[in-house]
């Protein structure tokens, strides 16, 4: 009777540990299938005419707006939180200036939640993220 009792607790433990491992497995599966996007989504202002635009990227294609050469190279989306921190690599060109095309006026990270750790600075336009898609 003792040894029965003992195999009983063994396999709800066993049960238990698979449970918890499958579980895990699930969750990091789908946290991978939603973690980086393909596509992205920024507003632009245009601070002379006071009218904003949604802009929906590729990433790794480059979208000519008005002056601009705008190209975003990856998002990311953080699923698990109440407010999801969406973050995005973006570059982009002044083509404006001849002098100086091959010089990125912004090349670095975009984050929705705080757009002023790494602000876009240009006289006419504002940038910021929306979405990752």
């Not at 294609?61 to 989306?77: A, R």
């Not at 699923?79 to 060109?93: K, L, M």
């Not at 006026?105 to 929306?130: A, E, K, R």
Request: with cysteine; net charge negative.
């Amino acid at each position: 009777m003792k040894k029965d009792i003992d195999l009983g607790k063994v396999n709800k433990i066993l049960i238990f540990q698979s449970l918890i491992i499958f579980l895990f497995l699930i969750v990091t599966v789908k946290a991978n299938e939603n973690i980086e996007g393909t596509k992205t989504n920024i507003k632009i202002l245009d601070k002379i005419s006071s009218k904003n635009e949604l802009i929906k990227l590729n990433n790794n294609e480059e979208f000519i707006y008005k002056d601009l050469s705008i190209k975003s190279m990856k998002c990311t989306n953080s699923e698990f939180d109440d407010n999801p921190e969406i973050t995005a690599y973006i570059q982009v060109r002044d083509l404006n200036n001849d002098k100086r095309d091959d010089v990125f006026i912004f090349n670095g990270w975009m984050f929705s939640s705080s757009p002023s750790i790494t602000p876009f600075d240009h006289p006419v336009y504002d940038i910021w993220l929306v979405g990752c898609y």
